[in-house]
């Protein structure tokens, strides 16, 4: 019902800046949560930031609080997150999803997910 397709990885060195896009098609009415998350090397996948789609109400985690900012583009159905002084623990693929759930922070509250882009921190 829902396709997601990220862009916008890359390699940059640490104090860089990457900007990272995600397109939404189909059915996206009852999606009222885009959330950003990312998988490090042998590491789980966490949330980054997510944003409501009708309040534009942001909320991130605290590692990233006042460097990444998300916002969305209703008319183009589009969703970004600008990552301003990257660093190392950054490098991941990055996942955009939705979900009907408001304010979601857990994987599991999540209804579709893109496949990913990579996002490599150079030191």
């Known amino acids: 019902q829902v396709q997601l397709v990220e862009s916008g990885g890359g390699l940059v060195q640490a104090g860089g800046s990457l900007r990272l896009s995600c397109a939404a098609s189909?059915?996206?009415?009852?999606?009222?949560?885009m959330g950003w998350f990312r998988q490090g090397p042998g590491k789980e996948r966490e949330f980054v930031s997510g944003?409501?789609?009708?309040?534009?109400?942001?909320f991130y985690r605290d590692s990233v609080r006042g460097r990444f900012t998300i916002s969305r583009d209703n008319a183009k159905n589009t969703v970004a997150l600008q990552m301003n002084s990257l660093k190392p623990e950054d490098t991941a693929v990055y996942y955009c999803?939705?979900?009907?759930?408001?304010?979601?922070?857990?994987?599991?509250?999540?209804?579709?997910w893109g496949q990913g882009t990579q996002v490599t921190v150079s030191s």
């Open positions: 999803a939705s979900s009907a759930t408001v304010g979601a922070r857990a994987a599991d509250r999540y209804d579709y």
């Open positions: 189909g059915r996206t009415y009852s999606q009222y949560t």
């Open positions: 944003i409501n789609r009708l309040s534009g109400t942001t």
